[in-house]
């Protein structure tokens, strides 16, 4: 079963530091994972995906993630953290197996920066 | 051009009573998705549309959830009978279908608070 693991519930970060947000992932076959962002009451907007080719991928905002297949991790990142970067942030994968196509969401990490 | 649409934004509803909750997705999106994010949790997959094939509905929690599509446009999701355990916000997604490189888009939601 594929699935997504987001093992930090909340980080924080002063602005102007780089941000990690970590996601580690378990599939069976070749991944396509995607990071989205939710803004307090709003839905969630996409950020960046990996589906194949390079490693470093670039995203909306300035986020950028590494996906590490001998890590199996997909960690979003970004040199220089805003303060309006502070909100919701999560991994997904995405599941094609017969008949369906859904994203498998993490739990969700808070990103919280700090003026 | 326009996003995901849904409506209402919010509804409070009593215990027992049915609700019905809307959808309309970016024009030209074949594939439609509804998700469930309860407070302070991931999202969990409900049912999947894609054109006239038969839906994915493995991710409806109970015979009280159902969900229609009329051809490839609006859909609608019904919860009858409502419980407390129902409050949550639903999320509506549409993606262009055929090609696993293809991210999903998410309308703001609907947040169901049951009484």
């Known amino acids: 079963a594929q699935s997504v693991a987001q093992p930090e519930d909340q980080v924080n970060v002063a602005e102007g530091n780089p941000l990690t947000v970590k996601c580690t992932y378990s599939?069976?076959?070749?991944?396509?994972l995607f990071w989205y962002v939710q803004y307090p009451n709003r839905g969630l907007q996409f950020l960046l995906k990996?589906?194949?080719?390079?490693?470093l991928v670039k995203g909306s905002y300035g986020f950028e993630a590494e996906f590490n297949k001998s890590q199996t991790s997909f960690h979003l990142k970004k040199p220089s953290a805003l303060v309006s970067d502070s909100a919701l942030y999560f991994c997904?994968?995405?599941?094609?197996?017969?008949?369906?196509?859904?994203?498998?969401f993490g739990t969700g990490t808070r990103l919280q920066v700090f003026p | 051009g326009a996003g995901v649409s849904q409506s209402p934004s919010n509804k409070v509803t009593e215990k027992g009573k049915d609700v019905e909750l809307r959808c309309d997705p970016i024009?030209?999106?074949?594939?439609l998705y509804w998700y469930r994010q309860r407070l302070g949790q991931g999202l969990e997959f409900l049912i999947y549309?894609?054109?006239?094939?038969?839906?994915?509905k493995s991710g409806l929690p109970s015979d009280r959830f159902s969900a229609e599509r009329t051809g490839e446009s609006v859909s609608t999701l019904t919860i009858q009978r409502t419980q407390q355990e129902d409050s949550a916000v639903y999320l509506c997604?549409?993606?262009?279908?055929?090609?696993?490189?293809?991210?999903?888009?998410f309308g703001p939601g609907t947040r169901l608070t049951v009484t």
């Open positions: 997904a994968v995405r599941d094609m197996s017969y008949n369906t196509d859904k994203l498998i």
């Open positions: 990996y589906i194949t080719g390079d490693n």
């Open positions: 599939v069976s076959g070749n991944p396509y």
């Open positions: 549309f894609q054109g006239n094939s038969a839906p994915d």
């Open positions: 024009s030209g999106h074949t594939a």
């Open positions: 997604a549409s993606s262009l279908a055929g090609a696993r490189t293809y991210e999903q888009y």
